[in-house]
């Protein structure tokens, strides 16, 4: 890969949070991913549940070609699909009135048995007394028993099911099948391919980050993980999927039929508060411009949730069926980055993080307090991992910040993360030196430019941040 050299955008103009589009039937184009990273993509999802793996070649080609082009490091991310808990196949719809006893049972051929299929065996997990819900939780359902493969459960409402609708457990362990065959599979296959995070849906815990990161380890990827919040177990266990992951995604479309839904807003505030205190990248996702889906304007509803997030700190808000399927995918793309600048512009995001006693929060802190203090137009920073940037990141600053890096994919997991402008450099003593007189050059920075710039002793040695200092542009 190329270095990158990014396109000419005035600095004041950078948007903090960062916007992740989905790839789909609407946009399976070179031409069409080129203009989402032009309209303001900085991540761009591949979900796993559907394709085939050379449509995935082809797309994660496009992307690299595009960013490229546009000079602009670009984040890919593969959404494993997890355990598939949907209901089977059957004729037409079956109505369900309420008080109803319905049947379950893995693959079950409903003409003939009446017993309606599903494409898991739910007999091997579920127990008496726990809540079931179908058709997106338009149905719910309390299991009255289990036996001989067969789960019976109550209809507590009436409604209608229709054939593959997804099925919801929240009361079900399901630890140590989150990560299915098909995911493994899938998750070689990325391996083989420049994937920069994998997003692990249906989390519970800590215990299956662990298991996909020594999946990842011996395979020799260098992927970084997202966990998906969506279910019930993993807003139990977030201190401990929050220490082990690398990012948090908030899928508050499942989560939302898991938890009573007035408790989702809550829920994702405290997810952004925490992510800031572990220096942990949080993505707000589901249903942000759903109405732009078939429309070409959003509801003002929509407006003020994705304000909501980039008000409370979010690193960034996803775009699912809006740029995978929908009629306007580039249309949304632009819409959420018009409700971003207009809301960082106009009320500055502050940091909620509490006080810490590490050495990188110090720094951290120290380098935004100085740069806040002198009025600098950027923050600077040398960063072999990236870790710098994003502790950096975590304290919400409103001055932009630049990040520098030798590693390609460093920077494109960069791409996400709140606030950062990343660029690939080759390490040596000048290197922060050469790029801001380049940035000079390009008209990003300006004479008389005041920016802070951090680095460590040892350019390109991992951990030894140490050196601030404020430098004139000249």
Known sequence: MSEYSNRIIPIENYKHTKIIATIGPSTNSYSSIEKLIKAGANGLRLNFSHGDYDERKQQIKWIREASENLQKPVAIIQDLQGPKIRL????????????????????????????IPTQYDLSLKVNRGEKL????????????????????????????????KSVNLPDTDFSGDVIT?????????????????????????????????????????????IAKIETKSAVDNLEEIFQSSDAIMVARGDLAIEMPYETVPIIQRKIISMGQNYAKPTIVATQMLHSMIDSPEPT?????????????????????????????????????????????????????????NTRSYAISS?????????????????????????????????????????????????????????????????????????????????????????????????????????????
Not at 134 to 152: E, P
Request: some cysteine; overall charge positive.
């Open 88 to 115: 089977g196949d059957f004729m037409g719809v079956i109505s369900v009135n309420k008080g109803e006893e319905l049947r379950f049972a893995y693959n079950s051929d409903y003409a003939l048995t009446g017993i």
């Open 133 to 164: 819900y179908l058709a997106d939780g338009r149905i719910i359902c309390q299991i009255t028993s289990v036996n001989k493969g067969i789960v019976y459960a109550k209809t507590e409402n009436e409604g209608v099911l229709i054939r593959r």
């Open 181 to 225: 065959a098909k995911d493994k599979r899938d998750i070689v296959f990325g391996s083989t391919q420049d994937i920069d995070y994998v997003a692990l849906s249906f989390v519970q815990s800590s215990v299956e980050i662990e298991s996909l990161r020594k999946i990842l380890s011996n395979i020799g990827s260098h992927s970084k993980i």
């Open 300 to 356: 003002r509803a929509e407006v003020g949730d994705i304000a909501t997030a980039v008000l409370v700190g979010a690193d960034a808000v996803m775009l699912s069926d809006e740029t995978a399927s929908g009629n306007y995918p580039l249309e949304s793309v632009k819409t959420m980055k018009r409700i971003i600048l207009y809301t960082e512009q106009n009320t500055p995001q502050k940091s909620i993080i509490s006080d810490k």
């Open 366 to 474: 120290a380098i935004n307090n100085l740069a806040k203090n002198i009025n600098a137009v950027a923050v600077v920073a040398e960063t072999k991992t990236g870790a710098t940037a994003i502790n950096i990141s975590s304290l919400r600053s409103p001055i932009p910040l630049i990040a520098v890096t030798s590693n390609p994919k460093v920077a494109q997991q960069l791409a996400i993360v709140f606030s950062v402008k990343s660029f690939v450099r080759p390490y040596n003593k000048l290197t922060i030196d050469r790029l801001t007189d380049w940035l000079k050059t390009r008209k990003i920075l300006s004479k008389n430019d005041i920016i802070v710039t951090a680095s460590g002793k040892y350019s390109g040695v991992v951990g030894t941040t140490d050196t601030i200092k404020v430098r004139m542009i000249e």
